[in-house]
């Protein structure tokens, strides 16, 4: 694959990892609207558990789909650092690795962190 291909499948799977923060983040909107509301104080449990339940999935799918690109851009880079006389761009790109490795890492701890201050919201 040359350097404008490799560049396209680059910002495709930034495109991926920011469209899989999509519907975890309008889960998240919704959570905390109606745990400011105290509407979780009124619901029953099983309203309650679902609510945990659904932002779970949705939250886990996301991490997956994220993880998944972070590890096919992290193989992309190693193909991009292979290209001769590669541009400015391209060469920036390739040094990227560290920064993946860290959104990696945020991802999955964000998210659980996220998650248990969903259960907290959420249960009280």
């Given at each position: ?8 499948l ?12 999509i ?23 099983g ?78």
């Open positions: 694959m040359d350097e404008k291909g490799l560049l396209e680059w910002n495709t799977k930034r495109t991926q990892i920011i469209n899989a923060q519907a975890p983040t309008l889960m998240l909107i919704g959570v905390f609207v109606l745990a400011a509301l105290g509407v979780f104080e009124n619901a029953t449990d309203a309650k558990y679902l609510t945990i339940g659904v932002a779970a999935a949705t939250g886990i799918l996301a991490i997956i789909s994220q993880y998944a690109a972070i590890r096919e851009a992290e193989v992309l880079l190693i193909d991009l650092k292979r290209i001769e006389n590669s541009s400015e761009l391209a060469k920036r790109i390739a040094q990227s690795r560290g920064l993946l490795s860290l959104s990696a890492i945020a991802i999955v701890g964000l998210g659980i962190a996220i998650f248990a201050l969903v259960v907290w919201a959420v249960l009280g």
